[in-house]
């Protein structure tokens, strides 16, 4: 279905789908003969068929009133007369071929639709009873839409086809003509395509006007027959059945389409136009409007003797004796507003979606938007009057409503009296009360959020935020702190800061205050939260808060800036280590040049954990060149690992539980010291290690011995101390990174000597010593390890590592060889080239100028020292600084060299 179905089948059942306008409220005065009989109506052209053989043409012009109902008015133009006694029977226009086909006294009159000029004043066929106009000619492709095609039903039971060329009507060619006995007596008939629909002696009949077969349907029995196009190829019947008087539609095979429609009485006069089927009921006087959709009833409309019902052109036009009257629809607009008034949102709304899809494609889809919009704001304030909240509320976003509207409803939420808008005053939504405000304070927020952005200027942005922020302090207080201090924020400080301190809010005023460069007070505040119990706000983070607003704190000037936060570390630091971040929060550079690092040590002397951080901060990111600092930080945190060391074991010996939490702390410490050790160079070896010497710190001394160059000593730990073979290869590794193959032979080569030679009564690790000998990672001198070996050693043992060893030998040989025979190569290219530019010689005559400036170089026999590109341009010093790039060409000679070398 549609959205126009869909639509009908919720709410078809409640809508006004017409209204009855008159055009022409009196058809001839003084002829009181000339009554309407059938009525053709095109565009702006109307044309009357009268009782008494006239054709009348009226120009018919619309136009919208104040309320959005169309209008109509009808101009009478010109008339013809055909008949003198004789009614206009039928009459159909031809837009495309600019003809009125026009039947009176069994003749085929074609007329100009304008002039009404009969073309030699006489009738182009005769002899006939009824005409049928193709409804859809291009349904199955063969003719296009605007072909005219006709059938005409002649006397002697004829049925032939027909086409309209220019004035012509000349013989459809496709079609046969068919005479013959079954044919007589047709009272209704209408075709689509190849198909004719007729009604004859007590039944409905599909004829085939290509071969003249003829399909009986159904019976009417005593109905008086109706046929009636719908759309497509689908017609409707009027039958009779027993008690029931029925209208079927079906298609041009006789097949249902759609569920019949059950009439009161058999109608006299009836028309379609979708969805709507449109019948006369003689009897009580009335339309009846019923959608084939929904199979329901819509609407009843009275009139008085209508002798005339079509669809003619898309428009329902209706005919009574002396007047004509068009069913105008409803505009949705109208229909959409009767609807908000009644309180019924949901189908306005449903409506408006309706009629907005379907507007055609050259409407502006700026106004279609500026409509729909309008339709929903009015909707929402008809939802907020009838305490809908959250639903209006969300229809005013769709709107993209003002949302300083809705302020104006909430005087508790303003600072000033303002002016409910008129959309909402045409609805009569009264301002909410504070109890009102309360209940619907989750749709409020949202919807001031969501539109704030809508705001005008910053004076409305202003009155919302502040709205809102009043909002959130009496109905949502952990939200209040976070939006008062989004940079983006534009309450009003004198209209918040009593509602605030009132409500015990005094975080989120320090977050107005600071964001509105109120620095200062915004920090007594927090001050005072933590040292004072006399205020207390439970949406206060804590002093971390603190410590983040200071790493971004601005202030006139670095002085200024120095100040405000060094104020605030004497107290802040004896709340939490993490305010060193309030020197290292910024870039680097702002922070060293802010704070100098020995005023901020000395600041931190007395709180280890802080002066840890800062620190850390200065070796790792400020990338600090001081061996001071590099040895502070190492000599800290063994301090640190050695009390939690010694906590633990006091922990240990009262037998105290929850030990894996300290533990895991002392391991991280240990992390921290160990990463510090390794990837410094710049502290003092000799001081650790003395402060190392006592304790069981085995993995820290290897690496503090190793960055004395104490390599043997260092691997004598690992191995002997901490039996971690596998963190003494890894240690070889990490230690000859940067050094040369030499380097690396020589520092496996020591971890070798170790396993073989261990000091003291330990014994040797052979199998290790056999397993570095094979590692590729090793890369062992085999001179060097030959000596090292015991003498009892057999040869097979190492067999793997000389043929290795050989064959590593043979490949670094031939690699060095290679390396070294480009060098010479590039050497000798180098050399060629510089003795090519001394061959160039340079001639210099009297007069000679810098081919740049312009400056003298040779005069009076003196040259001065001058600069010679090998483009040949000639400089002076100043003009020549850059010996790369010619400065009268711009070429670049470094990137010329490279491309001839190659």
């Known amino acids: 279905y549609s959205l126009l ?51 009348v043409y009226y120009a018919l012009s619309t136009g919208t009133s104040p309320t959005g109902a169309r209008t109509y008015q009808c101009g009478y133009q010109r008339e013809k007369r055909l008949s003198k006694s004789k009614p206009i029977l039928q009459m159909v226009v031809a837009p495309f071929n600019q003809k009125l086909v026009v039947l009176c006294e069994k003749k085929i009159f074609l007329m100009h639709m304008h002039t009404l000029s009969v073309p030699g004043d006489k009738a182009i066929q005769k002899g006939i009873e009824m005409f049928a106009v193709d409804r859809c000619p291009n349904i199955d ?96 019947l009027g039958v009779s059945t027993g008690h029931a008087t029925l209208g079927m539609p079906v298609n041009r095979d006789g097949e249902p389409t759609r569920a019949p429609v059950q009439w009161v009485a058999p109608p006299d006069l009836v028309a379609y136009q979708d969805p709507y089927l449109v019948y006369y009921l003689k009897e009580s006087r009335s339309i009846a409007i019923h959608n084939v959709i929904t199979n329901l009833s819509v609407q009843l409309i009275d009139y008085d003797n209508a002798c005339f019902m079509a669809d003619a052109g898309g428009i329902l036009v209706l005919g009574a004796p002396n007047r004509v009257s068009l069913l105008s629809p409803v505009t949705f607009e109208a229909q959409i507003n009767d609807l908000l008034e009644e309180g019924r949102v949901e189908e306005a709304l449903s409506l408006a979606q309706v009629s907005f899809s379907q507007m055609e494609e050259d409407e502006d889809p700026e106004l279609i938007a500026r409509r729909y919009s309008d339709i929903k704001q009015r909707a929402g304030y008809t939802q907020l009057k009838h305490g809908v909240v959250d639903k209006g509320l969300n229809l005013l976003i769709q709107a993209q409503t003002d949302p300083l509207g809705v302020v104006a409803l909430c005087p508790s939420l303003s600072s000033s009296a303002l002016d409910i808008p008129l959309a909402a005053r045409e609805v009569g939504c009264e301002p909410f009360t504070e109890q009102h405000i309360g209940a619907n304070a989750d749709a409020l927020a949202e919807f001031f959020i969501t539109s704030r952005h809508l705001c005008a200027n910053r004076t409305e942005l202003v009155a919302v935020d502040t709205a809102l ?122 922070s060293l040049e802010l704070f100098d690092p020995v005023n901020v040590l000395e600041t931190l002397k007395g709180h280890k954990e802080a002066k840890l951080l800062y620190l850390e901060w200065l070796v790792y990111k400020a990338k600090s060149k001081l061996n001071d600092h590099h040895t502070l930080l190492a000599l800290g945190l063994l301090d640190a690992v050695r ?19 300290d533990q895991a702390k002392w391991t991280a410490l240990r992390e921290r010291l160990q990463t510090a050790l390794r990837t410094s160079h710049q502290y003092s070896a000799n001081q650790l290690m003395r402060e190392l010497k006592d304790t069981e710190l085995y993995a820290e001394q290897a690496i503090v011995l190793g960055h004395a160059g104490h ?47 261990p000091s003291g009564d330990k014994r040797p690790f052979t199998a290790e010593a056999v397993q570095l000998l094979n590692s590729y990672q090793s890369d062992l001198d085999v001179v060097e390890v030959l000596k090292l070996l015991p003498d009892h050693w057999q040869l097979n043992s190492i067999q793997h590592f000389l043929k290795q060893s050989m064959q590593r030998d043979v490949h670094h040989s031939a690699l060095t060889s290679v390396k070294t ?35 003298v170089l040779f005069s009076a026999g003196m040259l001065k020292p001058f600069v010679r590109y090998p483009n040949g341009v000639i400089t002076c010093l100043d003009c020549g600084k850059n010996r790369s790039v010619c400065p009268k060409t711009g070429t670049h000679f470094k990137v010329t060299m490279k491309r001839e070398q190659r």
């Open 5 to 55: 179905d869909r639509f009908a089948m919720e709410y078809g059942g409640q809508l006004q789908a017409f209204s009855s306008v008159h055009v022409i409220r009196s058809l001839a005065k003084g002829r009181p003969a000339t009554q309407v009989n059938c009525i053709e109506l095109w565009d702006d052209a109307l044309w009357v068929g009268t009782t008494d053989g006239y054709v």
């Open 141 to 236: 492709g063969l003719s296009d839409v605007s072909d005219f095609n006709l059938t005409l039903y002649q006397e002697k039971n004829i049925i032939s086809c027909w086409q309209l060329h220019g004035n012509q009507l000349t013989k459809d060619q496709r079609y046969k003509e068919h005479k013959s006995s079954q044919y007589a007596n047709i009272a209704r008939m209408q075709r689509v395509s190849n198909s004719l629909m007729i009604a004859q002696d007590g039944f409905y009949h599909i004829i085939s006007l290509l071969n003249g077969d003829k399909a009986t349907l159904t019976a009417y029995d005593n109905f008086t027959p109706l046929i009636c196009w719908m759309q497509q190829d689908e017609f409707l």
């Open 469 to 590: 922020a009043l909002l959130y302090a009496s109905h949502h207080p952990d939200e209040l702190a976070a939006f008062v201090g989004r940079p983006d924020t534009a309450c009003s400080i004198e209209a918040c800061a009593k509602r605030l301190q009132a409500l015990s809010r005094h975080h989120a005023l320090a977050m107005l205050y600071a964001n509105e460069g109120l620095s200062r007070k915004a920090l007594d505040i927090w001050k005072q939260l933590e040292l004072t119990t006399d205020m207390i706000d439970p949406t206060y983070p804590g002093p971390e808060h603190i410590v983040t607003f200071l790493t971004s704190v601005t202030a006139e000037s670095k002085q200024h800036l120095r100040d405000l936060i060094e104020q605030q570390v004497p107290w802040l630091i004896k709340r939490t280590p993490q305010v060193v971040r309030v020197y290292t929060g910024r870039p680097v550079a702002e």
């Open 643 to 661: 009390r939690k060391q010694t906590e633990i074991n006091n922990k240990r010996a009262r037998g105290a539980a929850g030990l894996e939490q």
């Open 711 to 757: 390599h043997e000593k260092a691997l004598h730990l690992i191995i002997y101390k901490i039996g971690d073979h596998d963190m003494a290869r890894q240690y070889c590794l990490d230690n000859t990174q940067a050094t040369s193959r030499r380097g690396r032979q020589q520092l496996f080569l020591s971890l070798l000597k170790v396993y073989l030679h």
């Open 821 to 855: 025979g480009l060098a010479k190569s590039q050497a000798l290219q180098t050399r060629e080239h510089h003795t090519l530019l001394r061959q160039q010689r340079t001639t210099m005559t009297e007069g000679a100028k810098c081919m740049h400036c312009g400056k």
